[in-house]
């Protein structure tokens, strides 16, 4: 049989296993759960709570609902949503990751202290994102969302500026950008690394994991943000290295010989029992 070995270091980060732990126990305990978005990047996943009669609805939906508990999944959302929880009087579970839940206040602190020096918050960070929304939110909309040195433009350097960042955002790219916003200010710039460890110090592991065999077989939602940050990770260490979103998607021709060891890993959204599944089915070809 092929040796096939799972990456014990991959798999739900705190953030999101709290999400998932909140949702599963509502629902064995019998309760209507309705998820304010997608709980979390993995179609598999998400399809094993909907099998249990968890829902998703969106924001504007939350108001429509009668009874039932309303979560709000790990990456965190903007007061506007609270509020109507709140005026709805349902039951609110807040499964806001604790890392994204001190980012909101941190951002909503520093937004307070930069209005009284007509300053500029900057989140880098994904636009549309669901936690960067949650982030702008705390602002009241004024925030500046940066993806890249495009995104430069929409600043005034004139005004003081503070920076932050969306919790999955690397690092190292978030010190490139402080660094092109300070040469082109007006005044010092304040900025401040708020990237997850624990999300971020995936990439190292990963890469580590990846060059201990054949072939690596990544398991990963397709709209995962990390997902494609870890894949990617994995390939620049294994040319070999396959995405699979689940079991059904690998293909024989990938494996040629039974001698050739393979490694399975995920993304902090990709659940241990996927890629569990994934690794029974590629030691039976």
């Not at 790219?173 to 999300?199: G, M, R, Y």
């Given at each position: 049989?092929?040796?096939?070995?799972?990456?014990?270091?991959?798999?739900?980060?705190?953030?999101?296993r709290k999400a998932i732990e909140s949702a599963t126990n509502l629902l064995d305990n019998g309760?209507?759960?309705?998820?304010?978005?997608?709980?979390?990047?993995?179609?598999?996943?998400?399809?094993?709570?909907?099998?249990?009669?968890?829902?998703?609805?969106?924001?504007?939906?939350?108001?429509?609902?009668?009874?039932?508990?309303?979560?709000?999944?790990?990456?965190?959302?903007?007061?506007?949503?609270?509020?109507?929880?709140?005026?709805?009087?349902?039951?609110?579970?807040?499964?806001?990751?604790?890392?994204?839940?001190?980012?909101?206040?941190?951002?909503?602190?520093?937004?307070?202290?930069?209005?009284?020096?007509?300053?500029?918050?900057?989140?880098?960070?994904?636009?549309?994102?669901?936690?960067?929304?949650?982030?702008?939110?705390?602002?009241?909309?004024?925030?500046?969302?940066?993806?890249n040195s495009e995104g430069l433009k929409l600043i005034d350097f004139s005004r003081p500026i503070?920076?932050?960042?969306?919790?999955?955002?690397?690092?190292?790219?978030?010190?490139?950008?402080?660094?092109?916003?300070?040469?082109?200010?007006?005044?010092?710039?304040?900025?401040?690394?708020?990237?997850?460890?624990?999300?971020?110090?995936?990439?190292?592991?990963?890469?580590?994991?990846?060059?201990?065999?054949?072939?690596?077989?990544?398991?990963?939602?397709?709209?995962?943000?990390?997902?494609?940050?870890?894949?990617?990770?994995?390939?620049?260490?294994?040319e070999n290295s396959y995405f699979v979103s689940s079991a059904d998607e690998l293909k024989k021709?990938?494996?040629?010989?039974?001698?050739?060891?393979?490694?399975?890993?995920?993304?902090?959204?990709?659940?241990?029992?996927?890629?569990?599944?994934?690794?029974?089915?590629?030691?039976?070809?």
């Amino acid at each position: 049989m092929r040796k096939v070995e799972i990456d014990k270091n991959s798999g739900f980060c705190f953030g999101v296993r709290k999400a998932i732990e909140s949702a599963t126990n509502l629902l064995d305990n019998g309760d209507k759960v309705y998820c304010v978005g997608d709980i979390v990047h993995n179609e598999e996943e998400s399809n094993r709570l909907a099998s249990k009669g968890m829902e998703i609805i969106g924001k504007e939906d939350i108001s429509t609902i009668k009874d039932g508990t309303i979560l709000f999944r790990a990456h965190g959302e903007e007061p506007a949503s609270y509020l109507k929880v709140k005026k709805s009087e349902l039951i609110l579970n807040d499964a806001t990751c604790p890392v994204v839940l001190k980012l909101q206040q941190r951002i909503r602190a520093a937004y307070e202290q930069q209005k009284k020096v007509n300053g500029q918050i900057i989140i880098f960070g994904k636009k549309g994102h669901a936690e960067v929304v949650g982030l702008v939110g705390q602002t009241n909309g004024e925030a500046i969302v940066v993806e890249n040195s495009e995104g430069l433009k929409l600043i005034d350097f004139s005004r003081p500026i503070e920076i932050f960042a969306q919790t999955t955002k690397n690092p190292d790219e978030l010190k490139q950008l402080v660094a092109l916003i300070s040469d082109k200010a007006k005044k010092p710039v304040q900025w401040h690394n708020t990237t997850c460890k624990q999300v971020t110090g995936r990439v190292p592991r990963i890469k580590a994991f990846a060059s201990q065999f054949d072939i690596v077989v990544f398991v990963g939602g397709k709209k995962s943000s990390n997902a494609k940050v870890l894949f990617q990770a994995c390939k620049e260490e294994n040319e070999n290295s396959y995405f699979v979103s689940s079991a059904d998607e690998l293909k024989k021709e990938w494996f040629h010989t039974s001698d050739q060891s393979v490694g399975v890993c995920g993304a902090t959204s990709t659940p241990f029992w996927l890629m569990e599944k994934v690794a029974e089915k590629i030691s039976q070809f």
